[in-house]
């Protein structure tokens, strides 16, 4: 039966078997690995890394797709979660998960932030997205690309872009091209936060005006004595700023909690 693809769940259904056989290389499955693919559509990765695989685990919202997986692979080969990934429990699944998924465009971002809550659970994580959400979670500091997702997602997360897939690999076709990307948790941080809300917070402020100068971005945060106290150039802009440094400024802030109000209540 003919699978038509819903714009409401973002579908685009790789069809191109090269580019499958080279997402399936570059993920180098083994056969006791705990990996689980995130919308697994019509079974373009799902066929070969059931070949390779002692048992695979799939997370996949389409109620159709679900019963057309529970039809076509035996349960003791697959194992079918039909739920919300942005809703959905990673840590049931156990410790060294390997993640996979050609994620819906339209909810890519949400997906990332909600698996970086289990990221010690995860090995790592393999991923087709838009290639520009790609260019912006491994952008460098002052580059045009990096923002607020590039910091959110490194500060958790080594990540590289592996290779580019034309959009004449899907069916539909989208508007874009897409790319796969690797991902690996950062088991030693270099820079913790100590407090991971007033991080998000400061880097949420610093790149909602991202054109801005620190001192006017975070003047409801920080006073010229902070900047000077962390050693920022208040005349920097957020895309300046290393990851590091929003870490400085998150900790530092959480010093001065108990003396000042909390910008974060």
Do not use: C, W
Not at 1 to 8: A, F, G, L
Not at 29 to 40: A, C, T
Not at 200 to 225: C, D, E, M, W, Y
Request: no cysteine.
């Amino acid at each position: 039966m003919r699978h038509i693809p819903r714009k409401r769940f973002g579908q685009n259904f790789l069809v191109d078997s090269q580019v499958v056989a080279n997402i399936v290389y570059a993920i180098n499955p083994q056969k006791n690995d705990r990996l689980v693919e995130i919308g697994p559509g019509l079974g373009a990765l799902t066929r070969p890394l059931l070949q390779l695989l002692d048992h695979l685990y799939v997370v996949e919202l389409d109620r159709d797709i679900v019963e057309r997986l529970d039809r076509e692979y035996p349960k003791d080969k697959l194992t079918i979660y039909s739920a919300d990934a942005l809703k959905f429990d990673f840590f049931a699944l156990g410790p060294d998960l390997r993640v996979i998924g050609n994620l819906p465009y339209n909810i890519s971002t949400p997906i990332l932030f909600h698996l970086s809550k289990f990221a010690a659970n995860i090995r790592d994580m393999h991923f087709m997205l838009q290639k520009e959400v790609v260019d912006r979670m491994v952008a460098l500091p002052s580059s045009h690309d990096y923002g607020r997702l590039s910091v959110m997602l490194q500060y958790r997360f080594e990540m590289e872009q592996i290779f580019v897939v034309p959009p004449a690999s899907f069916q539909p076709a989208p508007k874009v091209e897409s790319a796969i990307v690797r991902m690996f948790p950062l088991r030693q941080p270099t820079h913790i936060a100590k407090n991971e809300e007033s991080f998000a917070h400061v880097v949420s402020s610093a790149f909602s005006q991202r054109r801005k100068t620190l001192r006017n971005s975070l003047s409801g945060i920080l006073s010229p004595v902070d900047f000077t106290a962390i050693n920022i150039d208040p005349g920097l802009r957020a895309e300046n700023l290393s990851v590091a440094q929003f870490v400085a400024i998150a900790n530092h802030l959480d010093g001065i909690r108990s003396v000042i109000p909390s910008p974060f209540q």
